[in-house]
């Protein structure tokens, strides 16, 4: 049996998942989200790894880390203000990702599509820094040929053509990302609401907002129902629970109101109202990347993330339909790992470089 585990390491959350094979090569994916705000315990990265991996395998040690147990990584946490630069940020990640996880079996996925020793990437540090979705282009780019992904993280979302040897993009850097909509800061869960509107609906006219940090977007998502509570994976706004009414009370603060002075289709009217909004924001992203490249149109386009139902509500809304990620591979056993689908991504293209190795491919 073979294992190859992949690791992203975000700013607020880790994400692993673990790729079994047996002898006749069927596969089975599990993935686990855990959050982890990486500005607060820096220090207590490796510790975490550690823990989860431990927490992934019920067998013994050597499921984790003996013979034919391969890892691959890769990142956004280096963005973090916690650190000076991104370089100084990709390598504190890389060491603390060798301590936990060994070096001899760690590769490092890169912005080109590669997998490189941590040595290698210590060196040339930005090279590794935010290539996340480039793991997942590559996957689609080899399962289901020329694409569009929409990612709808819980803080960003990335919009990525891709063709039949990967992603088609303007640049791999996230500023020009930016410039060319192909990465939009909003996401499902910590999207601040009055980044998204200026003003809501409310009896009649339209309210204008706070702009404090008195909710978030899980709090309209968690309200309509759109997630779970296990779901909302980030800390809350007023450090109270996770409920449909707690965050009903949450949103009722970007309007400076209390719960009781609010009914609850008038909160349920701006949840849906805000939801509208983020959808027409990635819509007007994906226009835009659609623009740069006439030949993405009427191409599949596949979803992914905690916000994966954002993402189909885009694609419907510039007349396409999506399919989620988690259903490509169809002979993949394994839970919804389009959540984490940077992960996945990993772990998958690493079993097919072992494969392509074998194999005799370049």
């Known amino acids: ?41 820096p220090d207590k990265l490796a510790e975490r790894l550690t823990m989860m991996l431990a927490r992934s395998s019920a067998g013994p040690a050597e499921n984790r880390c003996g013979d034919g147990v391969r890892h691959a990584v890769t990142m956004t946490a280096e963005l973090s ?33 590669a997998l490189i020793r941590p040595e ?12 996340n979705w480039v793991a997942t282009a590559h996957l689609i780019a080899r399962h289901a040929g020329p694409s569009v992904l929409i990612d709808v993280g819980s803080t960003t979302t990335d919009i ?13 850097a996230d500023t020009e990302r930016l410039l060319s909509g192909e990465l939009v800061f909003t996401g499902a869960l910590r999207t601040p609401p009055s980044s998204l509107a200026g003003s809501v609906p409310l009896r009649g006219g339209a309210c204008r907002v706070a702009s404090e940090h008195f909710c978030l977007m899980a709090d ?10 296990a779901d909302y994976t980030v800390a809350t706004a007023d450090g109270r629970g996770k409920s449909r009414e707690d965050a009903a009370a949450r949103l009722a603060r970007l309007v400076c109101a209390d719960r009781r ?21 990635i819509a007007s992203a994906l226009r835009q990347v659609r623009e740069r490249f006439p ?68």
């Not at 630069?85 to 599509?113: M, P, Y």
């Not at 290698?120 to 290539?131: F, K, N, Q, V, Y």
């Not at 990525?160 to 791999?172: E, K, L, N």
């Not at 002075?261 to 849906?272: K, R």
Request: charged share 25%.
């Open 81 to 113: 203000d916690l650190f000076a630069t991104r370089s100084d940020g990709v390598r504190f990640i890389l060491q603390a990702c060798s301590a936990a996880l060994g070096g001899d079996s760690l590769r490092v996925f890169t912005l080109d599509g």
């Open 261 to 281: 002075d609010l009914s609850d289709a008038e909160i349920m009217a701006i949840a849906e109202f805000l939801e509208d909004r983020q959808i027409d924001l």
């Open 160 to 172: 990525i053509p891709i063709d039949a040897r990967g992603p088609i993009t303007m640049s791999r």
């Open 295 to 362: 030949e993405a149109r009427g191409r599949p386009i596949w979803t992914a993330g905690i916000g994966s139902f954002i993402a189909r509500g885009a694609a419907a809304r510039v007349g396409e339909e999506a399919g989620r990620l988690d259903q490509m591979i169809p002979d993949l056993a394994g839970d919804r790992w389009e959540r984490a689908a940077p992960s996945a991504a990993l772990a998958l293209l690493l079993a097919a470089a072992g494969d392509d190795a074998a194999g005799g491919k370049n």
């Open 220 to 229: 309209a998502y968690r309200l309509l129902g759109r997630i779970v509570e």
């Open 1 to 41: 049996m073979s294992i190859c585990y992949g690791w992203d390491i975000g700013g607020v959350h880790l994400k692993l998942s673990r790729l079994e094979r047996d002898a006749a090569k069927r596969s089975e994916i599990v993935t686990s989200i855990e959050p982890f705000e990486i500005w607060k315990a």
């Open 120 to 131: 290698e990437a210590m060196e040339s540090p930005l090279r590794a820094a935010a290539a």
